[in-house]
């Protein structure tokens, strides 16, 4: 995490891969934006690094595009007790990206419920979803919800990138990140269900390196139950 931030929005100065990455998934969310309105869509946000490289690509979008004042929907489900170092960052995140954030307890179908209930004009969520994550493999950059969820377009901008990719866009660009990364997290889930990574343990036996230092990103969940 970054002291005193700034969000970067030039990408000239990233690597060829990642360059052709963002304009991919800027592409994703500025037809998003055009289909649906940028204020009939909402970011799911928990504080992840995927998410958190989301956020900061709806935030160069919103730039090209002009939209320098619109209002960020983001939705942020709980489902078990949180790192208290997860939500400071998702406080923060608030504050830098001037976010509308919506908080919901529980698990995620009741959640989106309710979220479709109390806002009935949100017609896609932009989810940090990657190819490579549990029951991704067949999914597309639009895709609705499963019969019998609420009736939403599910929009993932950044299926095809990698592990380290999504590091090297943080950190090329300076994207402010939750601090447990640099204690060697590299999957984040509850308190209870998740460790640093094994794979990063310094040769003292007692420290972790961070997260971006894991170079087998098929090891990336090692540290969750």
């Known amino acids: 995490m970054l ?14 891969d990642i360059r052709l990455l963002v304009e991919e998934s800027l592409g994703i969310i500025t037809e998003a934006i055009n289909r649906y309105g940028v204020e009939n869509i909402a970011l799911a946000f928990n504080g992840g690094k995927d998410c958190t490289a989301l956020l900061h690509l709806l935030h160069i979008a919103l730039d090209k595009l002009n939209l320098h004042n619109a209002k960020v929907i983001t939705i942020n489900i709980q ?16 504050e830098l990206y001037k976010l509308k954030m919506i908080q919901k307890n529980g ?23 990657r190819s490579t994550d549990p029951y991704a493999a067949t999914l597309r950059p639009f895709i609705p919800c499963d019969p019998g969820w609420p009736d939403l377009m599910r929009v993932n901008p950044i299926l095809t990138w990698t592990y380290d990719q999504v590091w090297r866009f943080i950190r090329e660009l300076k994207v402010p990140y939750c601090p447990l990364y640099d204690a060697g997290y590299t999957s984040l889930g ?17 420290t972790y390196r961070p997260a971006y230092c894991l170079t087998d990103g098929a090891q990336e969940r090692a540290g969750r139950e």
């Open 3 to 16: 002291l005193n931030p700034v969000l970067h929005t030039n990408t000239s100065q990233c690597s060829e």
């Open 79 to 94: 489902i078990d007790e949180g790192f208290p170092e997860v939500n400071n960052f998702i406080a923060q995140s608030i």
């Open 107 to 129: 698990k995620i179908k009741p959640a989106l419920f309710e979220l479709k209930n109390e806002m009935p004009h949100i017609s896609a969520v932009l989810m940090g979803t």
């Open 190 to 206: 509850n308190v209870r269900n998740t460790a640093p990574n094994p794979a990063l343990l310094s040769e003292n036996g007692e």
